[in-house]
C-alpha cells in the first residue's frame, strides 16, 4: 500500500472513531498534519499520529502507526530567547519544550503493524483509542 492511501484510510478512521471523543478533552483536529492540538495554560499540546508503508518483502503489514506528543510554549520560548540575549529573529529560539519520542512499552517501543484495513479499523478501536483516553490524555492533563 502506498503511503497516500494509507493515510487517507488512517485519517478517515480516525476522524471516525476519536475525532469526537477528543473534542470533549478541547483537542481539535488538523487532518493535514493529522494530530490534534489544545491549548492547555502557557502550552500547546499535540497528539501526532506517523505512518510508515511497509518497505521489506517479509513485512506483511501495510504499513506501521506511531504516536508522538509535542509541547510546545511560546512564553517559555521567548523567556529563553531574553535569556539568551537574542538581538533578533535568526538568534532567538524556536522551541524549548518537546517532547519528540515515540512511546516505549517495557523495552519495545510502540507501533502498530497493522496487516489489512479491517486490522487497522479495529487497531484504532481497540488499542490506539484506549491509549490515548487512559495514558496519553492524563498525562498531558498534568501539564500545563
Same mark, same amino acid.
Given at each position: ?8 484510510? *488512517?485519517?478517515? =478512521? @480516525?476522524?471516525?472513531? !476519536? ?11 488538523? #487532518?493535514? +498534519? ?8 502557557? *502550552?500547546?499540546? =499535540? @497528539?501526532?499520529?506517523? !505512518? ?11 504499513? #506501521?502507526? +506511531? ?78
Amino acid at each position: 500500500m502506498k503511503a497516500k492511501e494509507l493515510r487517507s484510510l *488512517f485519517r478517515v =478512521s @480516525i476522524e471516525k472513531d !476519536l475525532a469526537d471523543l477528543l473534542f470533549k478533552y478541547g483537542f481539535k483536529w488538523r #487532518h493535514g +498534519s493529522l494530530k490534534f492540538q489544545r491549548s492547555k495554560g502557557d *502550552f500547546v499540546q =499535540s @497528539i501526532l499520529f506517523f !505512518l510508515t508503508p511497509s518497505k521489506y518483502p517479509d513485512d506483511k503489514s501495510i504499513g #506501521h502507526i +506511531s504516536i508522538m506528543i509535542r509541547l510546545d510554549s511560546k512564553e517559555i520560548t521567548k523567556v529563553a530567547t531574553t535569556l539568551k540575549g537574542a538581538n533578533n529573529t535568526f538568534e532567538a529560539i524556536d522551541t524549548v519544550v518537546n517532547i519528540n519520542a515515540g512511546f516505549v512499552s517495557d523495552t519495545q517501543a510502540i507501533d502498530w503493524r497493522p496487516t489489512s484495513i479491517e486490522d487497522m479499523n479495529l487497531l484504532i478501536e481497540q488499542k490506539i483509542k484506549p491509549f490515548i483516553i487512559e495514558q496519553i490524555i492524563p498525562f498531558l492533563d498534568e501539564r500545563s
